[in-house]
């Protein structure tokens, strides 16, 4: 009878630490989509018009890539540097480093404001990366800081009575502690102040830097939701450790997908390991203009991920395409 007890005991134990574990997981069963740099396909990356456009599509969350200013204002931009996407070279020629780059960290706020922003080009050609998205250097786009896009998207909120949310990610932490500077911690205050502070709230934070992911949540004792973004293929072992302090994962969907063998999709086990430990599998990037030959669609892209690979999610640049097939696969 003893021993039955115990049993029953440690099975109870069990469940409750499984159902724990798995929380985030069970309790959003629905897949999201998430615009990657707003709607970038069709007007120039994290600009705020792309970031509305994005809003009007139906997404679930926008992304937010974080670099401070000199002035310590978190700026909503991919790069640490600004000539790929900027004037920058034209309106401030004598600023570059060494390296023939322009640092987002050597300019003030009021100096990043003055600049215009293009579709993403190579500096060196002058040529757009995608040649058939918004046309380069045409119409008028700013840079904007972390707390501009809040409000807006909490004002988007607010008159449509939807419940979008954000998912801002933290950018080379170690380059910004080079420069005497703690992104981390500014950027965790400004969501703090705009009330993104625990896990049940509309928001997931994102970084590549697996010891910051884990400063993020012990040292600055974030309760917000973690993504650990992978830049490879990670062991179950592996899982099992991020478990510990981040709420998901963010790999790039190659890392998943391998391609096709006689005619059959190749799946590695990430997602099913990820799963098991309770983590959230958010893959990267998603783009109907730039995907492997061996897709016949976008829609075929998205359907082996969604639900042949069981993602939860996925980053893409095509949020309309992604919110319309899964409303029509609902269906």
Not at 273 to 283: D, I, R, S
Not at 302 to 319: I, S
Request: aromatic share 12%; with cysteine.
């Amino acid at each position: 009878m003893k021993q039955t007890a115990l049993f029953i005991i440690l099975s109870i134990l069990v469940s409750c630490s499984t159902k724990n574990n798995n929380n985030l997981l069970t309790s959003k069963k629905t897949k999201i989509v998430i615009a990657h740099r707003g709607a970038s396909a069709y007007l120039p990356e994290h600009t705020l018009e792309a970031k509305a456009m994005a809003y009007a599509m139906g997404v679930d969350y926008l992304e937010q890539d974080l670099v401070l200013s000199k002035d310590n204002i978190p700026i909503v931009i991919h790069d640490i540097h600004l000539e790929t996407v900027t004037d920058v070279a034209e309106i401030f020629p004598e600023r570059a480093r060494d390296d023939g780059k322009f640092y987002v960290i050597d300019f003030t706020f009021e100096e990043l404001k003055s600049l215009s922003v293009f579709e993403r080009f190579n500096p060196k050609t002058k040529k757009a990366v995608f040649s058939n998205r918004f046309p380069l250097k045409k119409s008028s786009f700013k840079l904007h800081s972390l707390s501009e896009e809040i409000e807006m998207i909490q004002g988007l909120n607010k008159s449509t009575g939807k419940d979008i949310g954000i998912y801002p990610e933290i950018k080379e932490p170690a380059f910004h502690r080079k420069e005497g500077k703690d992104l981390s911690k500014i950027a965790l205050s400004v969501l703090s102040n705009y009330g993104y502070q625990k896990r049940t709230d509309n928001c997931f934070v994102q970084c590549f830097d697996i010891e910051e992911t884990k400063r993020i949540r012990f040292e600055l004792k974030s309760d917000l939701k973690l993504i650990q973004l992978l830049g490879g293929d990670y062991s179950e072992d592996k899982f099992y450790e991020i478990a510990k302090y981040a709420d998901g994962i963010g790999p790039w969907f190659g890392t998943i997908i391998k391609g096709k063998t006689n005619g059959e999709f190749v799946i590695t086990d990430l997602v099913k390991n990820a799963h098991k430990q309770g983590l959230l599998v958010h893959p990267f990037t998603y783009r109907a203009d730039d995907y492997p030959e061996y897709y016949e669609s976008f829609n075929e892209l998205l359907e082996v991920g969604f639900f042949t690979a069981d993602f939860d999610g996925v980053f893409t640049d095509f949020p309309d395409k992604a919110v319309e097939f899964l409303k029509n696969r609902k269906q």
